[in-house]
């Protein structure tokens, strides 16, 4: 299992367009993984499991893999993030 937080850059957070592409990047990956805020748990390869977490620009999110290629896909998701999604 691999773990890392990031702090959300872009205004307007994890909503529909950046989050249709976090979720188009982690469905990139074999691994399970997951977005965590505060306390809640989801799916980051699940569009509506990204939105109910309410995630708005300076919101601190941790990203959770685990399997063959989990750090590649932490690591790869953090970026995107920290990028403000204009990859």
């Not at 994890?14 to 469905?27: C, G, S, V, Y």
């Not at 569009?47 to 919101?59: D, F, K, P, Q």
Request: proline letters at 1%.
């Amino acid at each position: 299992m691999y773990v890392k937080d990031v702090m959300v850059q872009n205004q307007v957070g994890l909503h529909a367009r950046p989050a249709t592409f976090f979720i188009q990047k982690a469905n990139e990956y074999k691994s399970s993984i997951w977005v965590e805020k505060e306390e809640r748990r989801v799916n980051a390869k699940s569009l509506l499991g990204v939105l109910s977490l309410g995630i708005v620009g300076g919101t601190q999110i941790r990203v959770i893999a685990d399997g063959s290629d989990e750090q590649e896909a932490v690591e790869n998701l953090i970026k995107l993030v920290e990028s403000g999604f204009t990859e």
